[in-house]
């Protein structure tokens, strides 16, 4: 008996181990795949005289730092608008790009290489910001915290092209160091599901399921085990090729997050762990916290100071009253400290509790959380991939 158990358990792990080794070598595969596809982009980049990523320029590195400084000035004069009105975005970007292509050599440029593809989204140029996030791997290799957010960027472009081989290779990318980031799992499940590798991507969607129950992703990753066992993903999608990105200068960009809808607002004892509704009530809020920080740089660039409080913000017309509470009909708490010309703005969450301005970092489980922006960034918020 104890010899056909040891056979039973054996038979069990060469059997894993069988999956566990196509799983790999799938991925591996589109891995190298996908190196091959990125370098003939990075070269075709670098080949290309009209690039600004790769510029190269004659002139003397002063003559180059006097040029990065003067089109800083004329970017920065253009970023100080008067209430809601918004900045001029193309000028900004014809600026950045004059840094690029006449002072190449100079340390303004890695900002402004940065900085490019963030203003080449909010222009709805999903295809030149991308090119930007590639070119700026390959150029900086020693910034690795920049990285991760780019691999990230350009694992939802993929999806949104629906190029599930770049979007598992960067997702990929990220999981490598931190394996428990839900929400590249489950773009990782979504990619092999849409490759074809079935049993790869349910197992991955079990695993959220198991292991970040009450979570988003644990909501999403139940929707799209609907849909697989509804035979969804029998027949996986031919994809196109995608060898190459678009030439065009001009693209339709979408970034995932649709602007939440205005939802009626209900009591949040009667809103479980795992309704949608919460999500939407984040989302919202975070989108209130947006228009917010906003008017206070708006109120900064103006004033040269931060207002003493989100009512000042209000009376002096910088701030919507509709923006001053979030979803949950709760006034924001809000922080300044003129020293170091930084400020605060924060949401109680769901419970109405805040535990402090000190908290960093992502969550998936909302209910409970708060929210905490410093300036223009979240440092505190929910992860929506």
């Excluded at 059997?15 to 596809?37: H, M, P, Y």
């Excluded at 092999?192 to 644990?218: N, P, Y």
Aim: with cysteine.
């Amino acid at each position: 008996m104890r010899k056909k158990n040891t056979a039973v358990l054996i038979g069990f792990f060469v059997c894993a181990g069988f999956v566990l080794s196509g799983q790999s070598d799938f991925i591996s595969k589109n891995k190298s795949e996908q190196e091959v596809r990125l370098q003939k982009r990075i070269a075709a980049m670098k080949a290309d005289p009209a690039c600004l990523f790769y510029a190269r320029s004659e002139l003397s590195s002063d003559e180059q730092e006097k040029i990065a400084r003067l089109q800083l000035e004329e970017i920065q004069k253009l970023t100080k608008v008067e209430g809601f009105d918004s900045p001029d975005y193309d000028k900004i970007i014809e600026h950045a790009r004059e840094i690029l292509f006449k002072a190449p050599d100079t340390g303004i440029t890695q900002m402004a290489h940065w900085n490019l593809h963030t203003l080449y989204m909010t222009v709805e140029d999903q295809s030149s910001a991308e090119r930007g996030l590639e070119s700026y791997i390959d150029k900086y290799p020693d910034d690795g915290e920049r990285h991760h957010e780019a691999f990230d960027k350009l694992s939802v472009f993929a999806q949104e092209r629906d190029d599930w081989g770049a979007a598992l290779y960067y997702a990929e990318k990220i999981l490598e160091n931190t394996p428990d980031r839900y929400a590249l799992v489950l773009t990782k499940a979504r990619a092999l599901l849409h490759l074809g590798d079935r049993e790869g991507g349910q197992k991955l969607l079990e695993r959220i399921i198991a292991e970040d129950e009450g979570s988003v992703q644990f909501n999403l990753a139940m929707m799209e085990m609907d849909d697989l066992l509804a035979g969804k993903f029998d027949e996986p999608v031919q994809e196109e090729s995608k060898e190459d990105l678009p030439k065009s200068e001009t693209g339709q960009m979408t970034t995932g997050e649709k602007p939440p809808e205005k939802i009626d607002l209900i009591p949040p004892e009667k809103i479980t762990a795992n309704d949608p509704l919460m999500v939407e009530y984040y989302m919202q809020t975070m989108e209130r916290m947006k228009q917010l920080t906003q008017g206070v740089q708006v109120f900064y660039l103006e004033k040269m100071k931060h207002p003493s409080s989100l009512q000042e913000l209000l009376e002096e017309g910088f701030a919507r009253e509709e923006h001053m509470q979030d979803a949950w009909g709760r006034e924001f708490f809000f922080k300044a400290d003129p020293g170091n010309e930084t400020c605060w703005i924060a949401s109680s969450g769901s419970d109405g509790r805040f535990e402090g301005f000190d908290q960093k970092g992502t969550y998936s489980k909302l209910i409970g959380q708060d929210i905490i922006a410093f300036d223009i960034d979240f440092v505190y918020a929910p992860d929506f991939r």
